[in-house]
């Protein structure tokens, strides 16, 4: 079946510091993968998406390109800020028409000024 | 506009209760799906709406737990002679119809912390 499978946490950096957290994912088809981020005492928001392969999503200053060839989606931020300390989730939403999402298990980020 | 609510933020209950926990989605949107979080791991699917159309139900772990959106809007999740296995973040989401500009996407509720002593 259909999985995520992320790097595991927590991963702490200083401010300015360059952020890659890895997300691979195993699906049959074509699915869409997705970046949600859960902030401190806040619901789940997403951060970007990517629907075909190649597709670079974007937000924020956080990048993450679908790679078929790799069956990776790795999320990338160029320069972290203490406000981007959260919990970051991949997921992915399969080829049938349900809509539902398979998450990762979360990897929390822990900014540092 | 206001986003997905989800009453109540918190539920202790005694193990063999009955609890129902409610799913307000944004007006408009017609997909409903729930989720269960536990703690340390990424939301796990239960089940899913159309409209008032329950489309998946596989992710329900056992005949104990049901939804329903009779009227095609608020949602119930129903989990009867609870368990402490069962305590865990429940999530509400919900998506807009296909084709009005932001597709694949789901908007979450702040969810249901259950606790079950």
């Known amino acids: 079946g259909n999985s995520v499978t992320q790097m595991e946490g927590p991963v702490t950096l200083s401010e300015e510091a360059f952020l890659t957290i890895n997300c691979t994912y195993t699906?049959?088809?074509?699915?869409?993968l997705f970046w949600y981020v859960q902030y401190p005492g806040e619901g789940l928001q997403l951060l970007l998406k990517?629907?075909?392969?190649?597709d670079k999503g974007s937000n924020k200053g956080f990048e993450a390109t679908y790679r078929k060839e790799t069956t990776s989606f790795h999320l990338e931020k160029g320069s972290v800020q203490v406000s981007d300390s959260a919990v970051y989730f991949c997921?992915?939403?399969?080829?049938?028409?349900?809509?539902?999402?398979?998450f990762g298990q979360g990897t929390t980020l822990q900014v540092k000024p | 506009g206001a986003g997905v609510s989800q009453s109540p933020r918190y539920k202790v209950t005694k193990r063999g209760q009955d609890v129902a926990l409610r799913c307000d989605p944004i007006?408009?949107?017609?997909?409903l799906y729930w989720y269960r979080q536990a703690l340390g791991q990424g939301p796990e699917f239960l089940t899913y709406?159309?409209?008032?159309?329950?489309?998946?139900k596989s992710g329900l772990p056992n005949d104990r737990f049901s939804a329903e959106r009779p009227e095609g809007s608020i949602s119930t999740l129903t989990i009867q002679r609870t368990e402490q296995r069962d305590s865990a973040m429940y999530r509400c989401?919900?998506?807009?119809?296909?084709?009005?500009?932001?597709?694949?996407?789901?908007?979450f509720g702040p969810g249901t912390r259950l606790t079950v002593l």
């Open positions: 989401a919900s998506s807009p119809p296909r084709g009005t500009g932001t597709l694949d996407e789901q908007f």
């Open positions: 699906a049959t088809g074509y699915p869409s």
């Open positions: 990517a629907t075909k392969a190649d």
């Open positions: 997921a992915l939403k399969g080829s049938s028409n349900t809509g539902k999402l398979i």
């Open positions: 007006s408009g949107h017609v997909s």
């Open positions: 709406f159309n409209y008032e159309a329950q489309q998946d």
